[in-house]
Structure formats: C-alpha cells, structure tokens
C-alpha cells in the first residue's frame, strides 16, 4: 500500500516509516477504528494538565488498559462468527478489543487478562471444541491460571437434543467464577436457533463496556494496539457464506462400497464453476439439503393438515407449511422442545409422565422420529402450532476431500449414508439421505466453505504427518495427500485407517495403493474390524505399532485423528497416551501434559463429529 506524501510532518521520518509498516497489515475495518482510537486518544491529550508531559504522568502511562480480549472456541464456525460480530460492534463504538481463537492462546496468559468474553460451542457429549480442550483442561487442572483480578462474561452455543446442553459454555462460566473471576452479566445459552439470543447479548455486552470502558484510560499504547491487531489472524471473506450459498452441480455422485458391504458411502464431486471459491485441505463443505417428500406427507397426515395452509417463518417469509416443513424446517432430529411441546398441546398422559423424567425423555428422542411421536399420540395441529414446535433447518458439513491444487473448480466429500428403522419403517438421514439417494449427476445444490482453524496441514511442507481415520474419516487426509502429491512435497506420511472389511470398505483404495506405489505415502496400517474373529480398531494399531509412532513423534510429525467423536476419537486418544507413556517413560500425568504440548503447539489435530 502506498502513501500520499505529506510536508511539514510533525513526526520524524523514521517513526512515519514505523508506523506505515504496521499498518499495512491492517485491513479496512481496522483502520477506522484506529483512526477514531487515535482521534480520542488525542482528544483526551489535550486534556491532560500541561504537567502530563512531565516524570510524574510516567506511572499513568504505564497503567494504560489492555483490550478487552473476545475468545472465540468453535467447532462448526457459529461461535467464531458470532465473536467476529462482537469484535466488529465493539471496533465500530471505540471499545478496543482482540480477538483470538482459543486454539491459539496460551491458557497461562489468562492470568495477565483484565476482562474476556467467551463466546464458546460445545461437541460430543458436552465436551468443549477442539479448539479449546487445551484451555478448557488448564482451567479444571491441578495448577489453574490465576485469574482473580479478571472480569468475564460467556455466551454459550450448543444443541438442546443432546442431553448435555451448552455444556462447555457452563463449564467455563462456573469454573472461572469457582476460581475467583468476576462474572460481569449471567450466561446465555442458546439453542441451534442460536442468532436472536446471539444478537441480544452481543448488543449487552457492547453496551455494557461502552458505558465503563469509557471512564477508563486509553486502552493500550497505540504501537501495542497496532501489534496487537496486526498479530489477528484476518479473516477473508468468502462470496458465498453459509447465508449465501453458492448453487452448485454435482459432477459425479458414486457409491464406493461393495454391494457385499453393510454401509452406503458416497463420493460426491461439485462444480465450483467461476464462482471464485476458495478452500484448504481440513475445510469443511456445508450443505444445505431438502427434507425427504414423503416424511413431509406423513408429518402432514400425522397432524391432519393439507399442506396448503401458510405460515411465517422468522424473517418474516410467507410460504406453504409444506414447503417450510421441505426446505426450512428440521424434521430428522427429534428434540427435547419439540416433544414437551407437543405433549402440553395434545394433552397425552404417557408424553407428558415422559417429559417429567429429563433421562427418559433423552432416550426417547434418541431413538424415536418426529413423525412416529406424532402417530403414536395423534392430535390435529394448526400449520402455526407444527411450525412453533420445530428448529429452523440448518445445513450439514463434511469434512472435504479434495485439494484444490490436485482439482481445481471443484470440491469434493465422502458421505455415508444413516438408515435405520423404527416402527417397521425405513428413516434416512437428512443430509446424507438427501446426497446418496434423492440426487446424481447433474442435480444442483446449495454449498458453501465453512473453514477450518484446528485442523491444518503443517506449514513447512518436509514435516511428517500421521493420519488416523475410520469410515467417512478419511475423506481429508485424501485431500491432505492430494496437495502433497500435487506440490511434489517432501514430507513422509502415514495413514493408519479402520473400516469393516478390506473388501468392501477400502474407500478409495486405488488412489491410496497409487500413493503407496509411488512413495508418497511413506507408510500405512489398516484395521479391518470385521475380517476376523477379533475386532480390530484403529487404536489397537497405535498400540501395536507404538514403538514407530513414537519415533514418528521424536522426528516432529504432527498428529491428525477424524472420526466420530464419542467412540473413535476417545479410544484414539486413549490409545496415544498408552503409548506416550510406554515408550516414552512418562507418568500418566506427564503423558497427558505431553499430548496438551502437541495440541497446543498444534502438532495433534482432531476433526471429530
């Protein structure tokens, strides 16, 4: 960026060519506000009696305030957006302000904070994001940061159909306060409908640090504000957004298990065509996906309406309940809200002794559709009374499995399919039933790119990798491979993979025989859980093979594990600080503390659903 040039500067040129250096790290956004952060730092100069230049404002200068820090901990990017808002409300109303995600920041330097905002999701069965583990287990730890002089306050995001609800925002909130924090406003926690409880407490906690931020001294030295906002990682706007999706056509939709096998995986490629979209290996590809036609007609007949009737959904569209319950509405995954919902209006005696039991009531959503709560209790219902008692639909990601360098205009993804019965019936997943078996070639869907943080390829392309994977998981160490193939980058790796049968489920089994071939893939280790009397797992071949893995990890290889969280993911880590330990020599102790190093220093990396 170049500068007009300026006479009779009232600033040296040496501090001009400092201060033009910082700031062309800065993007548009944050250049206003530190245009305006200037501007009133002047205006309270002149405020200062004429003895502010003098030794005695020394110590004033040296208490200036450090900036509200917002921490942003997400698994799917709902909180990271919502934290960006924060950021951009507070940057717009002069409240100076960072914001760092929680997988890069030290826990220790919570001890050095004055005031945070936690905006925080919660995954698997009420664990914290990946991203913040690390913090989340130094503050439940033997030696805790001091934060007694910090002020805080969280915002929690989560999804009321798992039984532990908002539960990492809770666990943040109680333990910051249990450790002597002081909590600024009470929690919010908000469901999958997330945006307006989202909004309101953003708009809070503006209001609230305009009013007291106000009173007090600048914020930070203008050099650190700078640094400070050039060290932020930018973020870089996609066209298309989760709002805004762009409508792709799918190229090829091929299923790549045998007809032997027990499962339905699907590798789906898209057109990006000219639409300028960007991704990187570890990405994510969100779907927005239509609910099946004949689950419609029997949510309509369960509740005795025609589908023609209208309703209003929340940004104030008018449209057919049948095409909201298609397009708009989610009617795959019972909730909690849906069922005391429709057990206090159809008044029926067993829903409503079932909603009064919390761990009933989570095993019956489990287990039970929407329609078949509707067709054992059925009770007539007005189009507005069936769409109060649903969530807004919201699109489903996967993890990509492509690189752009090996591909292009195109982004692909491995789906498999969920099926099962209830009730002699036959129920697919939203998405996955959508994408495997109601589209092919040539259908159009709307997708966006939905990055991600905590899940990236080492930047010095010699550093060795390991890969572990079952099933679907392995759809991002293809694109992983992909890049490095295409880059003719150095780095050795290694797949460890676990699926049914060899037979029947090697996806994509060519290409990685190809890699092997050519010595891109240095090494690899299959667990085919079904092709023998034993089961064997992904974790029994860590264990196993602990000895090379923990060479592996001596020679700096990063760890990357994409999986289903509560089973695979868990044994996996189980299984990593058994070998830690053994070949490392460690306590358990020191072997958990050694794995915390590798995810701090972002060398063990989960993509974990």
Same mark, same amino acid.
């Given at each position: ?86 950021? /951009? ?6 409240? !100076?302000?960072?914001? &760092?995600?929680?997988?890069?920041? @030290? $826990?220790? =330097?919570? #001890? ?17 994001? /990946? ?6 287990? !130094?503050?439940?730890? &033997?030696?805790?940061?001091?934060? @007694? $002089?910090? =002020?805080? #306050? ?456």
């Amino acid at each position: 960026m170049s500068y007009p040039p300026l006479s009779g500067l009232p600033i040296n040129s040496d501090t001009l060519s400092e201060l033009q250096k910082n700031l062309s790290g800065l993007n548009p956004l944050q250049t206003a506000w530190l245009s305006g952060y200037l501007w009133a730092r002047s205006q309270q100069m002149e405020l200062l009696p004429a003895a502010a230049g003098t030794a005695a404002s020394a110590p004033a200068a040296a208490e200036a305030l450090a900036p509200v820090l917002i921490l942003s901990a997400s698994q799917t990017g709902n909180a990271r957006r919502v934290a960006q808002t924060l950021l /951009e409300k507070l940057t717009a109303a002069g409240v !100076a302000a960072v914001l &760092k995600n929680a997988g890069d920041y @030290k $826990s220790r =330097q919570l #001890a050095s904070e004055r005031l945070v905002l936690i905006v925080a999701s919660t995954q698997g069965d009420g664990e914290p994001p /990946e991203e913040a583990l690390t913090l989340h287990k !130094a503050l439940f730890g &033997k030696k805790p940061p001091e934060v @007694k $002089s910090l =002020q805080f #306050a969280v915002l929690s995001l989560g999804d009321s159909s798992y039984p532990d609800f908002c539960q990492a925002g809770k666990d943040f909130d109680s333990q910051l306060a249990q450790l002597g924090a002081q909590r600024l406003f009470d929690r919010v926690d908000c469901d999958l409908d997330f945006q307006a409880s989202a909004d309101e407490w953003v708009e809070k906690a503006v209001a609230w640090l305009v009013e007291h931020e106000s009173r007090n001294a600048p914020a930070a030295d203008a050099a650190t504000s700078v640094q400070a906002l050039i060290s932020e990682p930018q973020v870089h706007e996609q066209i298309y957004t989760r709002e805004k999706p762009f409508t792709a056509t799918i190229l090829t939709n091929q299923k790549i298990t045998s007809r032997q096998s027990q499962k339905d995986v699907r590798h789906l490629e898209f057109d990006l065509g000219d639409s300028g979209i960007r991704y990187q290996p570890g990405d994510a590809l969100g779907v927005w996906f239509k609910n099946d036609p004949a689950l419609v007609d029997s949510i309509l007949s369960c509740v005795s309406l025609e589908g023609s009737e209208m309703v209003t959904l929340a940004d104030g569209t008018a449209l057919e309940i049948r095409d909201a319950l298609s397009s708009h509405l989610e009617i795959t995954q019972n909730t909690p809200a849906f069922v005391k919902g429709y057990a206090q209006i159809a008044q029926d005696q067993d829903l409503l002794d079932l909603v009064a039991d919390s761990k009933l009531l989570q095993d019956y959503i489990a287990n039970t559709p929407i329609d078949v709560v509707l067709r054992r209790a059925p009770t007539a219902l007005t189009a507005d009374q069936l769409h109060g008692l649903l969530r807004p639909l919201t699109p489903r990601l996967y993890s990509i499995a492509s690189a752009q360098e090996e591909v292009g205009e195109e982004v692909h993804i491995t789906v498999g399919l969920v099926e099962y019965e209830q009730d002699a019936k036959q129920y697919l997943g939203g998405a996955s039933g959508y994408l495997n078996r109601r589209l092919e070639s040539g259908d159009e869907v709307d997708i966006f790119i939905e990055p991600s943080a905590h899940f990236r390829m080492p930047q010095d392309p010699a550093t060795p990798i390991v890969m572990i994977g079952a099933g679907t998981g392995i759809a991002p160490f293809r694109a992983f491979m992909q890049k490095r193939d295409a880059n003719d980058e150095a780095g050795e790796s290694w797949l460890i993979f676990g699926n049914q049968s060899f037979k029947d489920d090697f996806l994509y089994q060519l290409e990685w025989q190809q890699l092997a071939k050519s010595n891109r893939l240095s090494r690899y280790s299959f667990a085919w859980s079904r092709d023998q009397n034993e089961k064997i797992y992904v974790q029994h071949k860590l264990l196993k093979e602990g000895a090379q893995l923990w060479q592996w990890l001596q020679n700096g290889a990063h760890l990357y594990v994409c999986g289903d969280a509560s089973r695979m993911a868990r044994d996996v880590e189980a299984a990593l600080l058994e070998v830690v330990a053994r070949e490392g020599g460690l306590s358990a102790d020191d072997a958990d503390a050694y794995l915390d190093e590798l995810r701090e220093s972002h060398r063990y990396q989960r993509d974990v659903y």
